[in-house]
C-alpha cells in the first residue's frame, strides 16, 4: 500500500483512538479543521469531540491538561502544531511532565504523548522554522523521537503510547507529503537506531528531515564511487549508541547532519558520544553538517544556504575522506 | 512568635490518630452521588466518636501550626534545608477547604503545602521525613517541602511553579469527566499566581469545557515581596474570575467556619456539575514568605494587625464564649498535636538515607511497574 508520511500518522492515530477508549487526541484545530498539517483530517467525524477535542489558543494550560490527564488516567495525545508554539508550554513539558516521576518519588507515570510539527524549508521565516529537538533531548525524564520514514510515522505511535513516561514524537513538516510503500513489517521500536542504507567507507547519521537529504547524498556520493552508510536517528533521547559506534566502527569515518544550530547542537551530543565510545575506530575527525548560526531567513536562497543541503553533506564526506 | 498557648508541661496526650486513607472508590455519574460525611479526610481524632466539627477544626489547625513551628526551629538547626515556606496564619484556609473536600477528590497545590497535604491524610511522619530528605518521606526525599505528593491520597503536589499546577487540575478534571467520575479537582494558589498566564488559560479551558474544578485562591496580600495592588490592575480577585463566567465565592480566610462553609458550598456546586468555581480566602502569612526573606516590604504594625485576628486563637475564643471548649480541651488538644510533631521529628530522624546506588531511580517507570497514578 503506498501512503504518505502524513496518512501513516493518521492511521496510527485512528488505530490507537479505536484500540483503547483511554486515548484521546487533543490541540489547536486537530477536530473541525482538521489539523494544521491535516494529519487528523476525518477522526472529528470518526469519533467526536469529546475525544478528538480541539483546544483554544493555550499552549501551556492544554499541554498542562494533557499533563492532569495522563496522571488521572487517560492516554491524551497532545498536537502542538509545531516546535515554535511548544516554547508556550515549555514550562508543562520541563517542570511537570518530566519531573512529577521523580519529585513523587516514583508515585505517578504521566502517559503522554506530544506530537509537534518541527523544522524549516518552506520560507516560512525566522519564528516558522525552529528546531529544537535537541531542547527536549536535553531532559531527563522523556522520550524524543523523529520519524523520517512513512513506515515510523505509522509504527511509532503505539510503542509511544504504551511507554508509561512522557513521550515527544518530531514530525518534520517537509516530510508530511513523502510517499512510500507502506510494508507489512512497519511495527517498530521506539529504542533503536536504523541502518537505512549499508556502507563501507564512512557513516552519516541524520534524523527527522535531514534523512531523505542525507540519502540523497548517499545516492551521489556512491555514483561517484564512495560506499557510505547512512543511519537514522530515530531515537533521540535516549541515543541508541550501540548501534552509532557500531557504524563507526565498520567505516571509521562520522559525519553528523542535524537542522539544529551548530552550537549546543543534537550532532554535537552525538560526536561526544561517538569519540567516548570509539576514539580510537575513527580514521578521521569526526564531522558536522549542521544549520548555519543565523535565524532561518525568509528569502528561498537564504534558506536554502542556512540549512543543511545533500550538497554540503558530499562535501563534509569527501573532506573527510581527503577526496 | 505565634500568640497561642503552650500547653502546660507533663500534659499526657493520646497518640496521635492516623487519618482514613483516601482510598474510597470515587462513584460514577450514573450512580447516585451520595456522599458520606464519614468519607472526609481530614479527621484528626476518632475513637469512640467523632468529635463535633468545630473541635476537628481547631485540632487541625493546632496540627498544621505545631509542626510548621517545629519546621521553623529544625530549618535553624540545619535538618530542613531548601526553599520552606511556613504557613502560619493561614491555617484556617487549608482545614476549612480540606475538610470541606470529600476523601475521593483531587488536590494540587503550592509550595506552601505542608498543611493541605497533612490534612489530606498524608502522614506527619512521612512529610516530616520528607522535609528531613529521608527515603521515608512521603516523595521519597526527591521532592523536599516544596513537593509533598501522595498520589494513593490523591494529593498531586506539592509544585513550585507558580501557576504550574493549574493546568494539572484542569487535566486531572478532564480525566476525571472522560471517565465518568463524580470528583471534584482543588487547586490551591496564591493571588501571585492570578497574574500568571496558566491561571487565565486553566480557568478559560475549565469554564470553556465545564469542567469539575475548584479554583481555590488564598488570597494572603502579597507575593514575595510584592503586594496584590503592585502587580494587579483589578485587585478584586472575584470579578477577575468571574469574567470566565465561573461563579465566584468569597471568605474569611481567617475564619476557619466560614472557609469551610463556603468552600462546601462551592464544591457542592462544581460536584453536581455546576461546572468550575472560584473561591477567594482572604488571609495573611504571619511569617517572612521563606526562611531566605528578611520581610522588608510591609510594615510590622500591618503584621500585628493582622496578628490579632490569628485563626486559632480567635476560633477558640469564639468556641469558649459558646461553652463548646473548656480551656482544659484546648490544652489536652495542642498536648496532643504537639505529641504527633514530636513522634514524627523523632521518625524522620532515625529515617535512613536512600543509599546514593538508588540515584538514578524514579526517573522513568520501570518496565512493568507502571500501576496507579497513571496506568
Ligand atoms: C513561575 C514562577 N515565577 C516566580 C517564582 C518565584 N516565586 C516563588 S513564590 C512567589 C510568590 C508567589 O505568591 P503567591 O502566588 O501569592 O503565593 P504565596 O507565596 O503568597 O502563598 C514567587 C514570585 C516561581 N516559583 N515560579
Ligand atoms: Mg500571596
Not at chain 1, 511537570?96 to 510539527?117: E, F, N, W, Y
Not at chain 2, 456539575?273 to 510591609?298: I, K, N
Request: hydrophobic share 45%.
Amino acid at each position: 500500500m503506498r501512503v504518505s508520511y502524513r496518512e501513516a500518522m493518521r492511521l496510527a492515530l485512528r488505530e490507537a483512538l479505536q484500540n483503547d477508549a483511554r486515548v484521546f487526541l487533543m490541540g489547536e484545530d486537530v477536530g473541525r479543521y482538521g489539523g494544521s498539517y491535516a494529519v487528523s483530517k476525518g477522526l472529528l467525524e470518526e469519533f467526536g469531540p469529546e475525544r478528538i477535542r480541539d483546544t483554544p489558543l493555550s499552549e501551556l494550560g492544554f499541554v498542562g491538561a494533557g499533563v492532569g490527564a495522563a496522571l488521572g488516567g487517560m492516554l491524551p495525545i497532545v498536537e502542538v502544531m509545531t516546535v515554535n508554539f511548544s516554547l508556550l508550554a515549555l514550562d508543562q513539558i520541563v517542570n511537570s511532565a518530566s519531573l512529577l516521576r521523580h519529585m513523587s518519588g516514583g508515585q505517578c507515570s504521566v502517559p503522554l504523548v506530544l506530537r509537534m510539527a518541527t523544522g524549516a524549508g518552506r520560507q516560512l521565516a525566522a519564528q516558522h522554522s525552529h528546531s529544537l529537538e535537541n531542547w527536549y533531548a536535553h531532559i531527563p525524564g522523556i522520550r524524543v523521537l523523529a520519524p523520517a520514514t512513512v513506515a515510523d510515522a505509522r509504527g511509532m505511535l503505539a510503542p509511544a503510547l504504551a511507554d508509561p513516561d512522557p513521550v515527544v514524537i518530531f514530525e518534520h513538516a517537509q516530510l508530511y507529503n513523502l510517499e512510500d510503500e507502506l510494508a507489512d513489517n512497519w511495527r517498530c521500536d521506539i529504542a533503536h537506531a536504523a541502518v537505512r542504507r549499508s556502507g563501507t567507507q564512512a557513516s552519516v547519521f541524520a534524523y527527522g528531515g535531514c534523512l531523505p537529504k542525507a540519502l540523497q547524498a548517499a545516492d551521489e556520493l556512491v555514483a561517484a564511487g564512495i560506499d557510505v552508510e547512512v543511519v537514522d536517528l530515530r531515537v533521540l533521547r535516549p541515543l541508541d549508541i550501540d548501534t552509532i559506534a557500531a557504524s563507526v566502527r565498520r567505516t571509521h569515518r562520522a559525519v553528523v547532519v542535524d537542522e539544529g544550530w551548530r552550537s549546543g547542537s543534537l550532532a554535537a551530543e552525538v560526536i561526544a558520544r561517538i569519540v567516548e565510545a570509539c576514539f580510537y575506530e575513527l580514521d578521521a575527525p569526526p564531522a558536522r553538517v549542521c544549520s548555519e548560526e543565523v535565524p532561518i531567513p525568509y528569502a528561498k536562497h537564504l534558506e536554502e544556504a542556512a540549512l543543511p543541503q545533500p550538497a554540503k553533506i558530499v562535501a563534509a564526506v569527501k573532506e573527510l575522506l581527503n577526496v | 512568635m505565634t500568640r497561642e498557648r503552650k500547653p502546660a508541661a507533663g500534659v499526657q496526650a493520646p497518640l496521635p490518630c492516623k487519618s482514613k486513607p483516601a482510598d474510597a472508590k470515587p462513584s460514577p455519574v450514573a450512580a447516585p452521588a451520595k456522599r458520606m460525611r464519614k468519607d472526609r479526610v481530614a479527621v484528626a481524632a476518632v475513637a469512640p466518636a467523632t468529635p463535633p466539627l468545630e473541635l476537628r477544626l481547631l485540632a487541625d489547625m493546632l496540627r498544621i501550626r505545631r509542626m510548621e513551628e517545629k519546621c521553623a526551629e529544625l530549618y535553624g538547626a540545619g535538618k530542613i534545608r531548601g526553599f520552606l515556606h511556613l504557613y502560619i496564619g493561614e491555617e484556617a484556609c487549608a482545614t476549612g477547604a480540606m475538610h470541606a473536600l470529600a476523601a475521593e477528590d483531587n488536590v494540587v497545590a503550592t509550595y506552601r503545602e505542608h498543611g493541605h497535604a497533612l490534612l489530606r491524610g498524608v502522614g506527619m511522619n512521612a512529610i516530616m521525613a520528607e522535609m528531613f530528605g529521608k527515603a521515608a518521606g512521603c516523595s521519597r526525599g526527591r521532592g523536599g517541602s516544596m513537593h509533598l505528593f501522595d498520589v494513593p491520597r490523591r494529593f498531586y503536589g506539592g509544585n513550585a511553579i507558580v501557576g504550574g499546577g493549574l493546568p494539572l487540575a484542569v487535566g486531572l478534571a478532564l480525566a476525571d469527566r472522560l471517565q465518568g467520575m463524580r470528583r471534584v479537582t482543588a487547586c490551591v494558589f496564591g493571588e501571585g499566581a492570578m497574574a500568571e498566564g496558566a491561571f487565565h488559560e486553566s480557568i478559560n479551558l475549565a469554564a470553556l469545557w465545564q469542567l469539575p474544578v475548584l479554583f481555590c485562591c488564598e488570597n494572603n496580600l502579597y507575593a514575595m515581596g510584592t503586594a496584590l495592588a503592585r502587580s494587579e490592575s483589578q485587585t478584586d480577585l472575584c470579578a477577575k474570575a468571574a469574567s470566565y463566567r465561573v461563579a465566584t465565592f468569597r471568605a474569611d480566610g481567617m475564619d476557619v467556619r466560614a472557609v469551610f462553609d463556603t468552600v462546601s458550598r462551592a464544591a457542592k456546586q462544581v460536584r453536581e456539575g455546576g461546572g468550575p468555581a472560584f473561591v477567594e480566602l482572604q488571609t495573611y502569612r504571619f511569617r517572612a514568605h521563606s526562611m531566605f526573606d528578611p520581610d522588608l516590604y510591609r510594615d510590622k504594625a500591618e503584621i500585628e494587625q493582622w496578628k490579632q485576628r490569628g485563626p486559632i486563637h480567635s476560633f477558640s475564643a469564639q468556641l469558649k464564649t459558646d461553652g463548646r471548649l473548656t480551656e482544659e480541651a484546648f490544652l489536652a488538644l495542642d498536648a496532643e498535636a504537639e505529641a504527633e510533631v514530636a513522634a514524627a521529628i523523632a521518625f524522620a530522624e532515625q529515617a535512613p538515607w536512600e543509599p546514593v546506588a538508588d540515584l538514578l531511580k524514579d526517573v522513568h517507570t520501570p518496565a512493568g511497574a507502571a500501576e496507579g497514578g497513571a496506568r
